[in-house]
Protein backbone atom coordinates (compact mmCIF):
# COMPACT_ATOMS: atom_id res chain seq x y z
CA UNK A 1 0.00 0.00 0.00
CA UNK A 2 3.38 2.49 -0.18
CA UNK A 3 1.92 3.78 3.48
CA UNK A 4 -0.70 5.94 0.88
CA UNK A 5 -3.30 5.07 2.80
CA UNK A 6 -4.92 3.61 6.20
CA UNK A 7 -7.28 1.73 7.45
CA UNK A 8 -9.22 3.54 10.49
CA UNK A 9 -11.16 0.50 12.70
CA UNK A 10 -12.57 3.58 15.07
CA UNK A 11 -16.37 3.52 14.87
CA UNK A 12 -18.47 6.33 15.55
CA UNK A 13 -22.84 5.65 15.78
CA UNK A 14 -24.29 8.18 13.67
CA UNK A 15 -26.96 9.21 16.46
CA UNK A 16 -23.88 10.64 18.69
CA UNK A 17 -23.51 13.69 16.03
CA UNK A 18 -25.11 16.90 15.96
CA UNK A 19 -25.71 18.25 12.86
CA UNK A 20 -27.24 21.18 11.47
CA UNK A 21 -30.72 21.15 9.59
CA UNK A 22 -29.25 21.15 6.38
CA UNK A 23 -26.65 18.61 6.59
CA UNK A 24 -29.02 16.24 9.10
CA UNK A 25 -31.32 16.52 5.52
CA UNK A 26 -28.38 15.70 3.03
CA UNK A 27 -26.57 12.82 5.26
CA UNK A 28 -30.51 11.35 5.78
CA UNK A 29 -30.88 11.65 1.90
CA UNK A 30 -27.57 10.71 1.14
CA UNK A 31 -28.24 6.99 3.62
CA UNK A 32 -31.42 6.08 2.01
CA UNK A 33 -30.04 6.08 -1.33
CA UNK A 34 -27.80 3.50 -0.10
CA UNK A 35 -30.97 1.25 1.49
CA UNK A 36 -32.73 1.10 -1.62
CA UNK A 37 -29.68 1.24 -4.14
CA UNK A 38 -31.28 -2.00 -6.02
CA UNK A 39 -34.37 -0.56 -6.84
CA UNK A 40 -33.15 2.91 -7.85
CA UNK A 41 -30.22 1.13 -9.90
CA UNK A 42 -33.13 -0.94 -11.65
CA UNK A 43 -34.51 2.48 -12.85
CA UNK A 44 -31.17 3.75 -13.75
CA UNK A 45 -30.50 6.53 -11.37
CA UNK A 46 -27.28 7.14 -10.26
CA UNK A 47 -26.73 6.58 -6.38
CA UNK A 48 -24.52 9.38 -4.87
CA UNK A 49 -21.10 8.35 -3.62
CA UNK A 50 -19.04 11.79 -3.67
CA UNK A 51 -19.49 13.78 -0.68
CA UNK A 52 -17.47 17.04 0.59
CA UNK A 53 -17.57 17.94 4.05
CA UNK A 54 -16.49 22.05 5.19
CA UNK A 55 -16.94 24.36 7.66
CA UNK A 56 -15.45 25.10 11.37
CA UNK A 57 -12.66 22.75 13.01
CA UNK A 58 -14.34 20.34 15.41
CA UNK A 59 -17.82 20.49 13.96
CA UNK A 60 -18.11 16.73 13.55
CA UNK A 61 -16.57 16.06 9.52
CA UNK A 62 -14.21 13.54 10.33
CA UNK A 63 -16.83 11.72 12.93
CA UNK A 64 -19.11 12.16 9.89
CA UNK A 65 -16.81 10.27 7.32
CA UNK A 66 -16.61 7.60 10.43
CA UNK A 67 -20.05 7.01 10.94
CA UNK A 68 -21.11 6.49 7.69
CA UNK A 69 -18.54 4.26 7.07
CA UNK A 70 -20.44 2.25 9.97
CA UNK A 71 -24.61 2.59 8.85
CA UNK A 72 -22.97 1.56 5.39
CA UNK A 73 -20.67 -1.65 6.56
CA UNK A 74 -18.09 -0.36 4.83
CA UNK A 75 -14.33 -0.01 5.80
CA UNK A 76 -13.19 3.28 6.22
CA UNK A 77 -9.60 4.10 4.15
CA UNK A 78 -7.85 7.39 5.47
CA UNK A 79 -5.43 9.23 2.94
CA UNK A 80 -2.34 9.40 4.51
CA UNK A 81 -1.32 13.31 3.38
CA UNK A 82 2.00 13.23 4.67
CA UNK A 83 3.00 10.36 2.47
CA UNK A 84 0.58 11.92 -0.34
CA UNK A 85 2.46 15.10 -0.83
CA UNK A 86 6.21 15.13 -2.34
CA UNK A 87 8.77 17.63 -2.77
CA UNK A 88 9.68 15.98 -5.75
CA UNK A 89 8.25 17.12 -9.14
CA UNK A 90 5.59 14.85 -10.49
CA UNK A 91 5.51 12.76 -7.27
CA UNK A 92 2.46 13.97 -5.78
CA UNK A 93 0.24 13.96 -9.10
CA UNK A 94 1.78 10.06 -9.24
CA UNK A 95 0.87 9.35 -5.57
CA UNK A 96 -2.63 10.59 -5.83
CA UNK A 97 -3.17 8.09 -9.15
CA UNK A 98 -1.35 5.05 -7.33
CA UNK A 99 -3.72 5.84 -4.05
CA UNK A 100 -6.61 5.98 -6.74
CA UNK A 101 -5.69 2.62 -8.24
CA UNK A 102 -5.45 0.48 -5.19
CA UNK A 103 -8.59 2.00 -3.72
CA UNK A 104 -10.85 1.04 -6.30
CA UNK A 105 -10.57 -2.58 -5.71
CA UNK A 106 -11.95 -2.08 -2.52
CA UNK A 107 -15.93 -1.57 -1.79
CA UNK A 108 -15.08 0.77 0.84
CA UNK A 109 -15.07 4.84 2.04
CA UNK A 110 -11.86 6.79 0.96
CA UNK A 111 -11.54 9.66 3.38
CA UNK A 112 -9.44 12.45 2.01
CA UNK A 113 -9.07 15.14 5.26
CA UNK A 114 -7.47 18.55 4.71
CA UNK A 115 -8.63 18.24 1.01
CA UNK A 116 -7.79 21.59 0.06
CA UNK A 117 -4.08 20.28 0.53
CA UNK A 118 -4.32 18.51 -2.90
CA UNK A 119 -7.26 20.60 -4.51
CA UNK A 120 -5.65 23.99 -4.51
CA UNK A 121 -7.26 26.36 -6.88
CA UNK A 122 -4.55 25.71 -9.72
CA UNK A 123 -3.69 29.38 -10.62
CA UNK A 124 -3.46 30.82 -7.04
CA UNK A 125 -1.37 27.96 -5.34
CA UNK A 126 1.87 29.43 -3.99
CA UNK A 127 4.02 26.03 -4.86
CA UNK A 128 5.02 25.83 -8.40
CA UNK A 129 1.64 26.12 -9.94
CA UNK A 130 2.63 23.86 -13.14
CA UNK A 131 2.76 21.12 -10.18
CA UNK A 132 -0.50 22.35 -8.34
CA UNK A 133 -2.49 21.78 -12.04
CA UNK A 134 -0.89 18.40 -12.59
CA UNK A 135 -2.25 17.20 -9.02
CA UNK A 136 -5.75 18.76 -9.69
CA UNK A 137 -5.44 17.52 -13.42
CA UNK A 138 -5.02 13.93 -11.63
CA UNK A 139 -7.84 14.14 -9.01
CA UNK A 140 -10.71 15.42 -11.55
CA UNK A 141 -9.46 12.58 -14.03
CA UNK A 142 -9.71 10.19 -10.78
CA UNK A 143 -13.26 11.29 -9.60
CA UNK A 144 -14.26 11.08 -12.63
CA UNK A 145 -13.62 7.27 -13.09
CA UNK A 146 -14.34 6.94 -8.95
CA UNK A 147 -16.24 2.94 -8.91
CA UNK A 148 -19.53 3.27 -8.16
CA UNK A 149 -18.91 0.54 -5.85
CA UNK A 150 -17.03 2.99 -3.56
CA UNK A 151 -18.00 6.21 -1.51
CA UNK A 152 -15.43 9.20 -1.22
CA UNK A 153 -15.76 11.65 1.38
CA UNK A 154 -13.29 14.51 1.46
CA UNK A 155 -13.29 17.66 4.05
CA UNK A 156 -11.37 20.70 4.69
CA UNK A 157 -11.74 24.37 6.60
CA UNK A 158 -10.88 26.29 3.70
CA UNK A 159 -13.03 25.38 0.67
CA UNK A 160 -12.42 28.98 -0.34
CA UNK A 161 -8.86 27.23 -1.47
CA UNK A 162 -9.86 24.49 -3.24
CA UNK A 163 -10.36 24.64 -7.39
CA UNK A 164 -14.06 24.92 -8.40
CA UNK A 165 -13.61 22.00 -10.68
CA UNK A 166 -13.15 19.71 -7.95
CA UNK A 167 -15.58 21.13 -5.90
CA UNK A 168 -18.53 20.62 -9.09
CA UNK A 169 -17.31 16.92 -8.98
CA UNK A 170 -18.99 16.57 -5.45
CA UNK A 171 -22.62 15.73 -5.63
CA UNK A 172 -22.96 16.57 -2.01
CA UNK A 173 -21.46 19.21 -0.35
CA UNK A 174 -22.46 19.75 3.49
CA UNK A 175 -21.55 22.42 5.05
CA UNK A 176 -20.05 22.13 9.49
CA UNK A 177 -21.36 25.25 11.02
CA UNK A 178 -20.46 26.71 15.23
CA UNK A 179 -23.96 24.77 16.78
CA UNK A 180 -26.39 27.22 18.24
CA UNK A 181 -27.05 27.85 21.63
CA UNK A 182 -30.21 25.37 21.99
CA UNK A 183 -28.10 22.58 20.13
CA UNK A 184 -24.69 22.96 22.01
CA UNK A 185 -27.35 22.86 25.66
CA UNK A 186 -28.19 19.97 24.24
CA UNK A 187 -25.05 18.20 23.15
CA UNK A 188 -24.19 19.46 26.50
CA UNK A 189 -26.66 17.02 28.27
CA UNK A 190 -26.24 14.39 26.24
CA UNK A 191 -22.23 14.50 27.80
CA UNK A 192 -23.15 14.83 31.24
CA UNK A 193 -25.71 12.25 31.72
CA UNK A 194 -23.69 9.39 32.08
CA UNK A 195 -22.40 10.86 35.27
CA UNK A 196 -23.55 11.53 38.87
CA UNK A 197 -25.54 14.26 39.21
CA UNK A 198 -23.38 15.47 41.73
CA UNK A 199 -20.71 15.85 39.28
CA UNK A 200 -22.39 17.33 36.42
CA UNK A 201 -22.66 20.85 37.53
CA UNK A 202 -20.36 22.83 34.89
CA UNK A 203 -19.78 26.79 33.23
CA UNK A 204 -21.57 25.86 29.87
CA UNK A 205 -19.67 27.87 27.07
CA UNK A 206 -21.09 28.97 23.61
CA UNK A 207 -19.72 29.87 20.14
CA UNK A 208 -17.70 27.10 20.03
CA UNK A 209 -17.75 23.66 18.10
CA UNK A 210 -18.70 20.39 19.44
CA UNK A 211 -15.19 19.27 19.66
CA UNK A 212 -14.17 22.20 22.16
CA UNK A 213 -17.22 21.53 24.25
CA UNK A 214 -16.49 17.73 24.73
CA UNK A 215 -13.16 18.87 26.11
CA UNK A 216 -14.57 21.36 28.29
CA UNK A 217 -16.74 18.97 29.42
CA UNK A 218 -14.46 16.16 30.39
CA UNK A 219 -12.17 19.36 31.98
CA UNK A 220 -14.97 19.95 34.41
CA UNK A 221 -16.47 17.15 35.22
CA UNK A 222 -12.77 15.69 36.08
CA UNK A 223 -12.00 18.30 38.49
CA UNK A 224 -15.40 17.87 40.05
CA UNK A 225 -14.52 14.67 40.82
CA UNK A 226 -11.14 15.17 41.87
CA UNK A 227 -12.40 17.86 44.39
CA UNK A 228 -14.77 15.75 45.62
CA UNK A 229 -12.31 13.13 46.38
CA UNK A 230 -9.89 15.75 48.15
CA UNK A 231 -12.90 16.88 50.19
CA UNK A 232 -13.60 13.25 51.65
CA UNK A 233 -9.92 12.77 52.51
CA UNK A 234 -9.80 16.23 54.20
CA UNK A 235 -7.38 17.91 51.86
CA UNK A 236 -7.96 21.22 50.74
Excluded: W
Excluded at 3 to 13: I, K, M, N, W
Amino acid sequence: MNGLFFTDRSEVDIKDIVFNDGAAVQIEQFLKEYQFRDILEKYELPVNNKMLLYGKTGCGKTMTAKAIAKVLERKLIVVNLAQIVSSKLGETAKNVATLFKEVSYHDAVLFFDEFDTLGQVREHDSRDSSEMRRVVNAILQLIDNFPSNSVLIAATNQIEAIDEALIRRFELRLEFTSPAKEVLDSYYDRLLVKYPEEFQFIERKYDISFAEAKTEVFTQVKNNIIQAELAKSGIN
